[in-house]
DNA sequence: TTGAAAGCGCTAACAA
DNA sequence: TTGTTAGCGCTTTCAA
C-alpha cells in the first residue's frame, strides 16, 4: 500500500487481478463469487492489510449495520447487564451497537436520537414507552425501525420488548402484606416521564386496595434511583409522625441506599423496618441483610429486543413477543409482623 | 422535502437559493459566511428538518470525529463511572464516543480495534499497557492516535493518563502493616495482559520487603474481577492449613464478595479477617463493615484522556500529563491486630 | 464571500 | 460469474 494512506478495494482489486465489483463482492457476498476469485481477492486485503471503510459503505449501501440504544443510565446494573446481552447479540447478528445515556434526563432524548439519526443508524432501541412525541415524530420521518424495552406498551401497539411492572409491583405488594404490613411505604423511583414508575405505584395500590388499605400519599416517595435517593427516602420517612415498617422500594439500588442509611441511624432491618426492591441484581444477596426483591428479565429483555429489531430492519413479519415473567425473591430483609 | 427520502443538502440549498458549498459551509463553518446567507441557510434547514448525512460526511472530509475507547469490562462500577465522564468530555469537545467491552478477555481487544478502524473513528481510548503488538502494529498503520489509561507507561513512553498502581498498593500495603498484620493474603485480579495487576503484586510485595515480611504463593490469589472471584478467593483462603489475617484484594468487587462469602461461612469480618480493596466505589461505603479501600481518581482520568486524545488529534503539543495521586482511605473493613 | 466541480471509497444495477 | 459504471451526499479545492 502506499505509504501514509490506506489502502482501497481498488487497490485490492488491481492486486488480485480483478474488477472493483468483484473485489467488493468478494468481502461483502463471498457466495456470488468463483472460490477462485475470492481466494485471490482475500490474498490481496491479506497483502495490504485491508480493511473496509466503513462510511464510504455506508453511504453507497445507506446502512450502516449500527443500531443505537439510549437509556436512562449506564451506571444502573440492571442496565448495565441488560445491555451487554443486547450488543452481545446483536454483534451475533452482525450489527454494532451505539449506546447513550441521558441520565434520567428525558429531554435530553431527542438530542441524542438526533445524533444517532445524523449518524444514520438503521434502527434505535429505547427504554420505556413514555417518550416525547417529537421523538415518535423524528423515528417516523426518517422511517427508522424500532423498539421500546421494559414496558409493555399495551395502549398503542408498538413493538416491544418488557414485563409488566404493574404485575410485578403487584405481587412484590402482596407479599409483603402477606407478611403483615399494613404500614407500607413506597420509593418508586421518579415519575415524571417514566411509566415505569406510574405502574409501579399503581400496582401497589391495587395490591393494597384488595386488601382494604390505602396508599398514604406522604409515604410515596419519589427519589433518583440511586444509593443516595434510598438514603433520602429513610431521612423522609423517619422525618414524618407515623413510621411504615416496610420501605417497598423502585430499584435495588435505592433499597440498598436505604440499608445503608438504617445502618447509620441505628434502625434496624428488618427489625425496625422492612425493606424490598426490585431488579435482583447480584449485589442484592451480597448485602446483609439480602434484600428480598423482583427478579425481572434483565437479560431476556437484552437478546429479545436484539432479535425484534433486526427482524424489524429486515422487514420480517412481527414476531409477536409475549409479556416477559417476573418473579418475587424472598429474602432477610423482609420481616414478618406478628 | 420528497416524502419517503431525506432532504439532502442540494434540496437545502436549493431552497436557500445559494450553491451547495455556500449551504455545507454554512453549516460546517458559519464564520465564512455571510450573515444573510446563513439565516436563508437554516432557515431552509428548520423548513425540510434537515438532518446531515454522517457517512457522506465522513467519507468526504475523512473524519467522524467519533473516538472509540475498548474496556475490558462496561459492569465494574470503577469504568462505569470513567465512561461517564469521558464521555460527557468527549461530547463538549465535539465529539462522540464508541465503547466496547472485551470482557477481560484481551485476545479481543484486536478484533474489536479492526471493527474500530473499519468504522472510521479518529482515535481510541484503551485500557492498560499492556496490549498486544497486533494492537499497536494496527494503531500505527492506520497512523490512529491513542491515549492509555489507568496504568502509566513509564518503559515506552507512550501517551497515557492514569496513576501508579504500584504505588497504590505499596502504600495500601503499608496501612495494613501499620495495623499490625503480618499474614498477609492478596488477591489481585487476573494477570495475564493485565500489568496493573502485576503492579500491584509487586508494589505490595516491596512494602512486606521493607518489613522483613514475603508474600507467601499460596496466598496471591488470581480471580476473575467480580463478586464471585472474591467469593471464590475466601474458600481458597479457608481451604488452606495457615490461614491470613487480612485479604487485600485488587478492586472493591473483589472485596464485597470475600466479605459476602465470609458471612456466610460466619467468619467475622474484620474481626476474624480483615479485607481491603481498591477503587473506593459508592458501594464501598454503603456495605456493613464499610470497607477499606484505595481512592483512586475515576472520572479525571476519563476527563483527562478526553482532552489528550483531542489534542493528539489536533495535533496540538504534547501535553504532558502528570501521574495522578491515589489515597488510602480507611474504614472498618481493616482491623488493628493487638 | 461565493459557485462550480472534482472527488472521498464503496455498492448495486446493468450488461455482457 | 464478471466487468463497467453511475451514483450515495458531502467537503474542499480552485477561480471568480
Known sequence: MASGSRPTLEDVARLAGVSLGSASRALSVPDLVKPGTLERVNR??????????????????????????????????????????????????????????????????????????ERGVDAVVLVGTDHDDAVFELLGQYQLPYVLTWSLDEANRRPCVGFSYY?????????????????????????????????RIAGTQAALQGAGLTLRPEWII????????????????????????????????????????????????????????SDDIELASMVEPQLTTVHVPKVEI???????IVSLIDGSPALEVSPLSTRVVLRGSLKRIT
Chains 1, 2 share one sequence.
Not at 451506571?75 to 447479540?89: C, E, G, H, M, R
Not at 407479599?175 to 407500607?184: C, P, R, S
Not at 430499584?251 to 441506599?257: F, Q, R, S, T, V
Open 44 to 117: 490481496a486485503v491479506e497483502q495490504l492489510g485491508y480493511v473496509r471503510n466503513g462510511p464510504a459503505r455506508a453511504l453507497a449501501s445507506r446502512r450502516t449495520r449500527t443500531i443505537a440504544a439510549i437509556y436512562p443510565s449506564l451506571d444502573n446494573p440492571i442496565f448495565a447487564v441488560s445491555i451487554q446481552s443486547l450488543q452481545q447479540t446483536l454483534w451475533d447478528l452482525g450489527y454494532q451497537l451505539l449506546v447513550a445515556s441521558h441520565d434520567y434526563k428525558p429531554e435530553r432524548e431527542l438530542g441524542l436520537l438526533r445524533s444517532f439519526v
Open 167 to 199: 404485575d410485578a409491583a403487584f405481587k412484590m405488594a402482596q407479599g409483603v402484606l402477606a407478611h403483615g404490613h399494613t404500614d407500607i411505604a413506597v420509593c418508586p423511583g421518579q415519575a415524571y416521564r417514566n411509566e415505569r414508575v406510574r405502574a
Open 222 to 277: 419519589e427519589q433518583p434511583f440511586t444509593f443516595e435517593g434510598g438514603r433520602q427516602a429513610v431521612r423522609q420517612v423517619l422525618g414524618g409522625l407515623a413510621r411504615p415498617t416496610v420501605l417497598i422500594c423502585g430499584n435495588d439500588l435505592i433499597a440498598i441506599g436505604a440499608m445503608a442509611e438504617c445502618r447509620e441511624q441505628g434502625i434496624q432491618v428488618p427489625g425496625d423496618l422492612s425493606i424490598t426492591g
Open 302 to 308: 437484552g437478546a429479545l429486543a436484539a432479535h425484534r
